[in-house]
């Protein structure tokens, strides 16, 4: 086919140039960072745990009960991902601004006495509502990141879950500048300000026709730098501030640097747009006087009246429950009861189930394991931020590390998988074990472990079984996620603490009724539990090697053709409507 592309003198005018910065993708991505990094709330129940303890008047067993329900609601994501595949992305955002509001205001009112004591089921659906809207954060802003990026989905990923990982550090800083270090103020906080950043970007995140950017990689990498820069800002300033006495002033100052870099993303937005915008005005004024487009003929399978197409007509026409076991090849779509069914599937499921699991249970008790071992309350409060930024480090790394081997050497994703499991158990036995500052490491291991998982398991998700219900994957599959945090925190580390509690107060001739709380001080309120956490993730890494043998060869090919030969459609079909317009 001929087309004749005749010149014009039409240019884009300079006030179209905002119009096109706010509607591209790269100030998308930045809008969305912004939610991710208001979207990781949860990660800063350790900070206010001790004053819902105390407050209402909750052992150590009921605490950790609440922090089930959190990582229930934070995990459980069904809901948004359903929603997400019959409404626009707009709405699901305003969902999740809604309940975040709505579930930590409750919480706020009940911490400060503005409400009658809630119950403790209450306080469980309280802390589901407020943690579940990060869900909707995650389903509305990152699964529409990645279907517009999908070859760079490694980074994307492991740049969008870094955000949420910085999200805590962030938040203390924030809280700090504007209502001093008051953890009641904090989780109103918590309350207002993600709802209003996800209210102020709604309409700035949609999908988009996927298409080709030069210096996309290189993008991707200064996001890394400069997300590096707000990290370790953000560890200076933590651990400096657990030794030197902040006025109100500086702190406002420290929170305005943090400020400042973090909104550094959206210059390299401009930055971008007016390269495409001056590349497509170059392109208007000067195009060529002759564009040929040789289409190649369609296989015979593909033309009308072929058998092959009329079966494959049949075949749409076919019940989703008929194929659900007839599944497509790995990295093409598959719908969702072929997903869930799905040999792959069931080991991730248990291979999250140890591994997150245990690292949830182990990130909700830092405070408390900090107590037990005689740590200063500042020293507790100074790793329990800075797991926040081994988070991070974990969460981007994965992404970008995973990304740079499976292209170069074809390593396997599960493989990365496989050793993100292991950390967390060295960390397990450091605990259980402890030594002068065995802490410290351990939460490294366990932050950054943590991370990887979460980044890898969504990248694998989107990998072996597509993007077209990515949206309700990726939120099941993380199911596994909460479960074994109930099961682990609540049903094994809660119980065995509050027995060795239980211990010490009987050796005082003490009974439950005549403390407020119950508090275990010693190596021994960990020890066992934390052998026991060790085994679970070493367990996890042999299951996840089972997934590693299974998805080697699909690792070995192009994982990404699909995309590219998208993309390739996609800027031909523009070139046409260009013509057509001209």
């Known amino acids: 086919m001929v087309v004749t592309n005749p010149s ?53 067993s009921t605490l950790n009960l609440l922090s089930s329900c959190k990582d229930l609601g934070a995990n459980v994501g069904v809901l948004s991902g359903l929603l997400a595949e019959v409404t626009p992305t707009w709405f699901v955002l305003l969902v999740g601004s ?71 550090a962030i938040f203390t800083q924030l809280y700090l500048a504007i209502y001093g270090n008051d953890s009641v103020s904090l989780i109103l906080l918590i309350a207002w300000l993600p709802a209003v950043i996800s209210m102020m970007f709604v309409f700035s995140i949609r999908p988009m026709k996927i298409s080709r950017h030069p210096n996309e990689v290189k993008v991707f990498y200064q996001y890394l730098y400069i997300s590096i820069v707000l990290a370790l800002g953000l560890m200076g300033l933590t651990i400096a501030q657990k030794y030197v006495n902040f006025s109100h002033n500086a702190y406002i100052g420290s929170a305005t640097a943090v400020c400042f870099v973090l909104f550094l993303p959206c210059l390299t937005a401009i930055r971008e747009e007016y390269v495409s915008w001056n590349t497509r005005k170059h392109e208007i004024n000067n195009p060529p006087t002759r564009v040929t487009i040789e289409e190649p003929p369609l296989p015979i399978s593909m033309q009308a009246g072929s058998p092959e197409l009329l079966t494959a007509k049949e075949d749409t026409n076919v019940s989703c429950c008929s194929n659900i076991c007839n599944k497509p090849k790995r990295g093409e779509d598959y719908t969702i009861l072929q997903a869930l069914l799905s040999i792959d599937m069931l080991i991730l499921f248990v291979a999250t189930f140890c591994g997150l699991g245990c690292s949830l249970t182990a990130v909700d008790n830092m405070g408390q394991i900090g107590e037990s071992l005689g740590y200063p309350t500042q020293t507790i409060s100074t790793f329990i931020s800075l797991i926040s930024i081994w988070n991070y480090f974990g969460r981007v790394f994965a992404g970008f590390i995973s990304e740079i081997i499976l292209l170069k050497w074809k390593v396997p994703r599960t493989l990365m998988m496989t050793f993100a499991l292991v950390l967390p158990a060295i960390g397990d036995i ?37 993007l077209k219900y990515y949206s309700t994957l990726f939120n099941c599959g993380q199911l596994a996620s909460p479960l074994g945090s109930y099961i682990l925190n609540v049903k094994i580390v809660g119980k065995l603490y509050d027995r060795e509690a239980l211990k010490q107060l009987a050796l005082k001739g003490m009974t439950r009724s005549m403390v407020h709380e119950l508090t275990c001080i010693g190596k021994q309120c960990y020890w066992l539990s934390f052998l026991i956490l060790a085994g679970t993730n070493i367990f996890g890494a042999l299951v996840s090697l089972i997934l590693v043998l299974r998805t080697r060869k699909y690792y070995r090919g192009d994982i990404y053709k699909r995309f590219r030969d998208e993309m390739a459609a996609n800027e031909r079909e523009m070139a046409l409507v260009s013509e057509a317009g001209n």
């Open 8 to 60: 014009t003198t039409s240019g884009c005018g300079l006030c179209r140039f905002p119009l096109q910065v706010l509607g591209g993708r790269w100030f998308m991505m930045f809008a969305s960072f912004l939610i991710m990094a208001c979207a990781g709330a949860t990660y800063l129940f350790a900070v206010y745990s001790k004053v819902i303890k105390s407050t209402l008047g909750y052992d150590q």
């Open 98 to 168: 809604a309940m975040n509001f709505s579930g930590y205001l409750l919480i706020w009112l009940a911490v400060t006495k503005k409400i009658p004591k809630p119950s403790v089921w209450q306080m469980c659906v309280y802390l589901g509502i407020g943690a579940n809207s990060q869900n909707f954060a995650n389903t509305g802003s990152l699964v529409t990141c990645v279907k517009n990026f999908p070859e760079s989905r490694g980074m994307m990923l492991g740049l969008m879950k870094g955000f949420v990982g910085l999200s805590g």
């Open 430 to 466: 450091i605990i259980a074990y402890p030594f002068p500052g065995s802490v410290y490491v351990a939460s490294v291991l366990i932050g950054i472990s943590y991370g990887a998982q979460l980044t890898l398991l969504f990248i694998i998700i989107s990998e072996l079984f597509g």
